[in-house]
Nanobody, 125 residues
Framework: EVQLVESGGGLVQAGGSLRLSCAAS????????IGWFRQAPGKEREGIAC??????IPYSSEKGRFAVSSDNAKNTVYLQMNSLKSEDTAVYYC????????????????????WGQGTQVTVSS
């Protein structure tokens, strides 16, 4: 059974940091790109970062604030979020894309086959 389980969300003050984790199981982790997405109330889901299956190359829309990394030995991908703002409040999801490449695309959520259940991040101002 394929599973993606996010953790690490919570309530944090503006300017603070959180590290989200995405633990994967049930598939060959090294064959998949992993993306991070978020959805705020009343807004569409947006992609924010991904890490490629080959060479684990990170891509992020929030360079300087958000960094994605992976630990292949643990089948886990992380999203380190710094300098959090109230507008970062959302449910954060990780997802897996069967795409063997040094590239990944967090702008195309429809390409991701497997999704986690999400973890809530709330940033208080």
């Amino acid at each position: 059974e394929v599973q993606l389980v996010e953790s690490g969300g919570g309530l944090v003050q503006a300017g603070g940091s959180l590290r989200l984790s995405c633990a994967a199981s049930g598939f060959t982790f090294s064959d998949y790109a992993i993306g991070w997405f978020r959805q705020a109330p009343g807004k569409e889901r947006e992609g924010i970062a991904c890490i490629s299956s080959i060479d684990s190359i990170p891509y992020s829309s929030e360079k300087g604030r958000f960094a994605v990394s992976s630990d292949n030995a643990k089948n886990t991908v992380y999203l380190q979020m710094n300098s959090l703002k109230s507008e970062d409040t959302a449910v954060y999801y990780c997802a897996a894309d069967d795409f063997k490449s040094r590239f990944c695309d967090y702008g195309s959520d429809h390409e991701y086959e497997y999704w986690g259940q999400g973890t809530q991040v709330t940033v208080s101002s």
